[in-house]
């Protein structure tokens, strides 16, 4: 991978970026509701209604208030939310730390799992162990995140007591126990994931111990754990890498149904009463913000993708 | 390779365990803290200014911050509060109010007679108490009284001076909007939108101060999630739960019972087909078991009613009308069946889901109406869009929600059915009701007057213009190091009367 | 040794669909009770010879509910994935196929709708429009196009250059007949494992949906609803929420081992 394809895929990236709001702006426009008799209420009189749509500038041609919009949003100024008239940036903002740190627990939890049992599974291939966690696996992955929260909830938060089921405690005021909290949803997410991570792991592993690499390196008497994680671990890791990748979109979908399910006020929750009181700032926000981070994240897995195997073709 | 693996692993998992081992230890409540965290439903509207709250359940927490120059107490008498002492002039045109000396503000300011005749235009122009329709002026006199001018009488006009709209707040608040400043024996700290409301004790408080320091108001939109919450003690007291939802509490908590003091009825847009037609209504309500609705949704608790008053409202509650409709599947078919809609209709019941007593009454509804072949979905909504799109824009068929009186007068759950009132959201139109409720208003001899009232409801109940059910039962679950927990006959929560029980 | 184990997983998972779709079919014309009927006797009773699966807190059988949700569960799975596939693979295969500036132009734009996760297009075209089952499939069906179409835009890129597509063509097969008639059959295998992963995503996804109560609207009965509303009821009737909960991983289960075999 050379520096000519990664600044050709960076800039493709932008593209994509700037599709994307596109598209949102677009389909907000689109929809019938006019944000000045959101504000006013629909007793307001047409002048009062006329003069908020010049002030807020609803009047301008479609593509300048893209791009006004595009530009403010860039520099941090999302709009003000209809139902709280506070900057949409500090709300978002606010919430942020506590879906990222899900987010990034629950991903954490992934990694743990999934690369002991995927490698442990590959070692033993065929034993009690390997048919027993391959089972367990099927069954994990077909666990909606919000059934395992629920099943979580009662297994260590009634009956083992482990944790307050709703007692979620705010990062400002206790850290640790704040993130002691967020580890029961971030496992109720992790858990599918991981699933399906350990079974892309094991086979990937064993494709790649059949391959004549692997091979040769055994018949000259490399131990079997040396051949195992120098070389084909290591290409094996591959598809898994940017299956993570792709799921770590899934994990934040994933935590907006979770929040409710575990009383987190985190960007779940602003999203979906946003969403449901037709406060549009709100929502084109947090659409533009997840979207983007989706891509960017794609982005970079395809640069490492690249890097770690050179002999992937750079299609597309 | 291997083994640096593996060290690295171990230390990672410790540490996750370590991590979440510390989640164990519940919160110890030491005597010196003094907070209680409370579980409402819904956040308060985006203002908060007092005299533009429209929410019920948004002025019943603002009852705390804000005050007026009366205040209710929780027999339904009304206090001097801000102000210390009135007088009302022979022909009940002119109200004199004397401030209460040292009445300080939340920000350290003396409450001014210019305070006030701010605050009351403030409420005039908002239009949110009908009363102050009735008002010609409102002034300040040299001598620091406030003095306030009605165009004719209206004996019931003191009660709409308690109410919370006609707060008095700091005429120095440029921003009142997102500053909150009131008198109340508590004040407003800070807000997350959608997960807290922070409120402080205000040690200077000129009536009696209340007794726990913090309060943090904890927004519990998911109503299915109540349980949990209050029986892992997230939440010390939740007002309202239903009663199905007190029965799942474990001994941490003491239930009080009360009332809600609501209006609870399916409300019938009368501007729409096919409620339009008086017959289709009076179907509706010839088909609904008010019993069963009571025994799904509140195990039995709660009480009936037939019109839009409840009984706390003593002088004013008519029983005989809870049973004008008994139960008459074949009556209501037969209504149907000359308005036009022999083999039934289709409609939509919007309910705010955050409220699980209307929502469930709204399934048990659904159920009986099958019976005489009219079909119901329901459609739930969000607290804000309930209030934008059913509430202010009268945009829906129908919808089950409680209606609360915000003064203590009959007029106050009775005016907006009145053709031309601003809060008729149900789109009620009667010369007759019109007529009566003139009469009423007009009234200044109290029998007279509360005659005229229950003419009002009895004209609501024979017109059908809502399906009555209930006021519902108020179940108050409180964790039993905590007391103090006082009813009273408005749609009010009183925090300063709580304290820790030691 | 793998092939048998392969071959295991098909049949359990072909068991557990064909146990759920026998559920569900019988349940559109009998079920134990009705689904709906309230009855103020048996709420939230427990598990007994007459309610299996107990009763929730409206006293209604949840077996009954049960057989009646997943029906519409499976509905939207099913609608979802025709939509999909059916606009996936006519833009694939033209993309695939024909290439140029229209291939450029549209993948950009399916890049962009891959970025958004499903359920989060699906909540906001739900929260924007109005929560119906249609509005549903719509979302859902929009959210799966983009990458089935990437699928089969990748096999026909694939085989658009091998020997039998020349042969056709030297045979004097128009494009449209190459690309539906010889190349289509081909990719199939692929495309299957695909479809059933999208199916079990908008499984996976109606449940959500219901479960924040912008689903299917109660009193319907739907699993995502009622494992919603037996939060309540955690602690005296858990079977409320985890019988529900049971039938969705199964029909999920059902699905993901038959896909896994064809893998």
């Known amino acids: 991978m050379n520096a000519k394809k990664i600044i050709k895929k960076f800039i493709f990236m932008l593209l994509t970026l700037l599709l994307v709001s596109f598209l949102v702006f677009l389909a907000f426009a689109i929809i019938p509701g006019d944000p000045a008799v959101h504000k006013l209420g629909t007793q307001a009189t047409p002048e009062s209604l006329e003069a908020l749509r010049e002030e807020m500038g609803l009047n301008r041609p479609f593509f300048a208030r893209y791009a006004s919009w595009l530009i403010s949003f860039v520099k941090g100024d999302m709009g003000i939310s209809y139902s709280y008239n506070l900057p949409v940036g500090s709300m978002i903002l606010d919430k942020l730390p506590i879906t990222l740190t899900m987010t990034a627990l629950a991903f954490m939890f992934v990694l743990i799992i999934t690369f002991p049992t995927g490698i442990l599974c590959a070692k033993h291939n065929g034993g009690k162990l390997d048919r027993f966690i391959v089972i367990l696996n099927q069954i994990m992955m077909s666990v909606p995140s919000f059934f395992g929260g629920i099943l979580i909830t009662i297994i260590f938060g009634v009956v083992l007591k482990l944790f307050m089921p709703g007692g979620y405690i705010s990062y400002t005021k206790n850290f640790t126990k704040f993130l002691g909290y967020m580890c029961f949803p971030a496992i109720a997410i992790a858990i599918p994931k991981a699933a399906m991570s350990i079974k892309l792991l094991r086979s990937s592993i064993l494709s790649e111990a059949e391959k004549d690499y692997a091979r040769t390196a055994y018949s000259h008497g490399n131990t079997t754990g040396d051949v195992l994680i120098h070389h084909v671990l290591q290409n094996a890791m591959i598809p898994v890498v940017t299956f993570l990748g792709m799921a770590l979109a899934d994990i934040f979908a994933g935590s907006i149904i979770i929040e409710q399910v575990f009383n987190i006020p985190g960007m779940g929750r602003i999203l979906l009463s946003s969403i449901s009181n037709r406060d549009y700032p709100v929502v084109m926000a947090i659409l533009v913000l997840l979207s983007s981070a989706v891509i960017i994240i794609n982005f970079i897995v395809d640069i490492v993708y690249g890097i770690i195997d050179p002999r992937v073709s750079q299609d597309d | ?502 | 040794m793998k092939r048998r184990k392969k071959n295991l997983n098909f049949h359990i998972g072909l068991t557990i669909s064909v146990v759920m779709l026998i559920m569900i079919v019988v349940g559109l014309f009998y079920t134990p009770y009705n689904p709906e009927a309230m009855n103020s006797a048996l709420k939230n009773a427990g598990m007994s010879l007459a309610h299996p699966f107990g009763c929730d807190n409206f006293g209604r059988d949840i077996l009954s509910r049960i057989m009646v949700g997943s029906r519409t569960t499976v509905l939207v799975g099913l609608a979802t994935v025709v939509i999909g596939t059916f606009f996936g693979i006519i833009i694939g295969a033209f993309t695939g196929y024909f290439g140029g500036m229209a291939d450029e132009i549209l993948m950009r734009i399916m890049d962009a709708l891959l970025a958004f996760p499903s359920i989060l297009l699906a909540l906001v075209i739900i929260g924007l429009f109005e929560p119906s089952t249609w509005n549903l499939i719509m979302a859902l069906g929009i959210a799966f196009i983009p990458s089935f179409a990437r699928i089969v835009r990748s096999e026909f890129l694939r085989c658009k250059n091998m020997d039998y597509v020349t042969a056709a063509k030297l045979n004097g097969a128009g494009d449209m007949r190459v690309m539906f008639v010889h190349i289509l059959p081909n990719t199939i295998k692929v495309l299957s494992s695909s479809v059933l992963i999208g199916f079990n995503n908008a499984v996976l996804a109606e449940a959500g949906m219901s479960f924040l109560g912008i689903g299917v609207m109660p009193p319907d009965p739907s699993l995502g609803r009622m494992m919603s509303e037996a939060q309540s009821y955690i602690f005296s009737n858990p079977g409320f929420a985890i019988f529900p909960g049971m039938i969705l991983i199964l029909i999920i289960l059902g699905i993901s081992l038959i896909g896994s075999y064809l893998e």
């Open chain 2, 1 to 502: 390779m291997k083994r640096k693996l593996f060290k690295l692993f171990s230390v990672v998992v410790l540490a996750t365990l370590t991590i979440a081992l510390t989640a164990c230890s519940g919160d110890k409540e030491t005597a010196s803290s003094s907070s209680i965290t409370i579980g409402i439903p819904q956040d308060m509207e985006d203002s908060l200014d007092p005299t533009k709250a429209v929410a019920a359940g948004t002025k019943e927490i603002y009852f705390n911050i804000y005050e007026g120059l009366l205040k209710p107490d929780e027999n339904g008498n009304l206090n001097p509060a801000i102000a210390s002492e009135y007088s009302v002039s022979d022909d009940g045109l002119t109200y004199t109010f004397t401030l209460r000396d040292g009445v300080k503000f939340h920000d350290g300011s003396t409450v001014t007679a210019e305070d006030v005749v701010y605050s009351l235009n403030k409420c005039a122009d908002a239009g949110m108490v009908s009363a102050f329709s009735n008002v010609t002026d409102i002034s300040a006199t040299d001598d620091g009284k406030v003095v306030i001018t009605l165009g004719t009488p209206d004996v019931d006009f003191n009660t709409a001076l308690a109410s919370v709209n006609a707060s008095i707040i700091p005429a120095s608040n440029t921003d009142p909007d997102h500053k909150g400043i009131g008198t109340g024996p508590y004040k407003y700290v800070s807000r997350s939108p959608q997960e807290n409301f922070i409120l402080e004790s205000f040690d200077d408080y000129w009536g009696e101060k209340a007794k726990i320091k913090h309060i943090t108001l904890a927004i519990v939109a998911n109503t299915d999630t109540i349980v949990m919450n209050l029986n892992s003690g997230a939440i010390d007291m939740l007002a309202r739960v239903t009663s199905a939802q007190a029965d799942q509490l474990n001994d941490n908590y003491e239930i009080y019972e009360g009332t809600m003091n609501l209006v609870q009825a399916l409300y019938l847009n009368n501007a729409v087909e096919p409620f339009n037609d008086v017959r289709v209504r009076q179907a509706l309500c010839y088909a609904v078991d008010k019993d069963k609705i009571l025994d799904f949704v509140s195990d039995g608790h709660g009480s009936k009613i037939g019109s839009s008053m409840f009984p706390s409202f003593g002088k004013y509650y008519v029983e005989d009308l809870n049973n004008y409709y008994t139960r008459d599947l074949d009556k209501a078919k037969e209504l149907l069946k000359e308005a036009g809609y022999e083999n039934g209709f289709t409609f939509t019941i919007t309910v705010p889901s955050n409220y699980t007593q209307h929502v469930d009454t709204a399934q048990v509804i659904v159920e009986q109406l099958k019976e005489i072949g009219v079909n119901a979905e329901i459609s739930l909504i969000e607290w804000d869009s309930w209030l934008s799109d059913v509430y202010s824009g009268r945009n829906f068929q129908s919808t089950v929600i409680g209606v609360d009186a915000s003064t203590l007068c009959a007029n106050a759950l009775l005016a907006r059915f009145e053709s031309t009132a601003h809060n008729n959201f149900t789109n009620f139109s009667s010369a007759d009701y019109d007529e009566a409720f003139a009469k009423a208003n007009a009234e200044t001899d109290d029998a007279k007057r509360t005659q005229y009232y229950k003419d009002c409801e009895a004209i609501l109940t024979k017109e059908a213009a809502n399906v009555y059910i209930q006021d519902i039962a108020e179940l108050v679950a409180l964790n039993k190091k905590y007391a103090g927990y006082t009813f009273y006959p408005l749609y009010v929560q009183d925090f300063s009367k709580l304290y820790i029980v030691e």
